[in-house]
């Protein structure tokens, strides 16, 4: 008898066999509940998150491993497909211009007044990306957004509705951007399984 975990990946290889990356995306992100939080906390999570960051619900996607129950592109001992686990994050996509430009504005002011900082090249890569990651923003008492951003986070990881599972987001300039990088992976887990694209 195929546990819950084969039963997923099962089905998702099947889709990913049989359908583009659209319809995949589609179904396993829009349409079906987090396959790693109880019913109810995928809700919870989304509107605590839309609350805090003065966006709509509907922009906060949970993505990755909570939500599909298997990690797509593989890690340090984590092949592609391997089950949520107890080392694993919550994560989650924050898809929001207006937030997203608030973040970037903000930065630009700071390297007006401060200049480059520890992570600059690598936030301007994934600015280039249309992804504005957290931990790539300056660290200083100067930009106190990112120390927010985390304190928020930690608080929702220490909640306790949600699993003992560090809870981590990144925000997206708009859905272009979000599904160029979920399609990567997306096509990324379909060559290590060898499917064709």
Known sequence: MATAHQSRVSEFTIALNARDNDRVLDEFYHVRPAAMLETGAEAELRRDIAAQLNVEMRDVMITGSAKLGF??????????????????????????????????????????????????????????????????????????????????????????????????????????FWKGYAKTALDIVRSSIGISS
């Open 71 to 176: 990690t797509l592109v593989g890690k340090a001992g984590r092949p592609p497909l391997s089950p949520f686990g107890d080392d694993s994050d919550i994560d989650v996509a924050i898809i929001s211009t207006p937030l997203f430009v608030d973040f970037w504005g903000q930065s630009f002011l700071h390297f007006q007044d401060y200049g480059e900082w520890n992570n600059s090249n690598s936030f301007r890569k994934y600015l280039a990306r249309g992804w504005m990651r957290p931990d790539k923003l300056p660290r200083s008492p100067d930009f106190p957004k990112q120390r927010e951003w985390f304190e928020f986070f930690q608080s929702l990881s220490g909640k306790g509705g949600y699993g003992p599972y560090k809870i981590t987001g990144g925000v997206y300039y708009n859905e272009l």
